[in-house]
């Protein structure tokens, strides 16, 4: 089916933030089932992860489980007899052939969709490219350097700091001695 195992971390900018959505509706949905009776979790479970399968994406119109399986499953509101003209059995390599249109759907959809955000966020975005002798202000992340940043109320950003080599259009060598500590010599 060509499916391919990605894995992403929190931290991670190289990823499309799937994992970072999902995560927070499936806590938005976890918090309106919970409601008071937070004991009975394990009981919830499964109607909350079948919700979430059934729950078409805003983008693709199409819910997990029929991405994934091609139809959608029944529910108790589907006590209804389904129409004659719907087969559930057919060939194993017509049904492949159906699931991946349905995810072909599903990717055009997306990048559509992707694109259109990316026009509307950069809409007033211009670029900036940098040279070496620039003095630029860095973002400090937490996770990159632990020893720079030991409170949340430590300022997010520091320098400036200099740039010594462009590596591409978003990737420079900075030097990150404080400027004050340095000589212009350096480059």
Not at 53 to 65: D, G, H, Q
Request: proline share 6%; with cysteine.
């Amino acid at each position: 089916m060509g499916t391919k195992l990605k894995y992403s971390t929190t931290c991670h900018p190289q990823m499309d933030g799937q994992t970072e959505v999902t995560n927070r509706t499936l806590g938005a949905l976890w918090r309106a089932l919970i409601k008071f009776d937070s004991k009975a979790w394990d009981l919830i479970l499964s109607h909350a992860k079948f919700a979430y399968n059934m729950a078409p994406s805003k983008i693709t119109s199409l819910s997990p489980f029929k991405i994934v399986y091609g139809v959608e499953p029944l529910s108790p509101l589907d006590l209804i007899p389904r129409p004659l003209d719907e087969k559930l059995c057919m060939e194993a390599s017509k049904r492949v052939d159906e699931i991946k249109r349905f995810h072909e759907q599903a990717k055009l959809k997306i990048e559509k969709s992707n694109a259109s955000y990316q026009a509307q966020a950069n809409k007033h975005k211009k670029r900036v490219v940098f040279q070496p002798g620039d003095m630029v202000w860095i973002h400090l992340r937490k996770e990159r350097f632990p020893s720079k940043r030991k409170s949340k109320l430590m300022p997010r950003t520091d320098g400036p700091f200099g740039i010594l080599k462009r590596v591409n259009d978003n990737a420079y060598k900075v030097n990150l001695t404080p400027w004050r500590l340095w000589s212009f010599s350096h480059f």
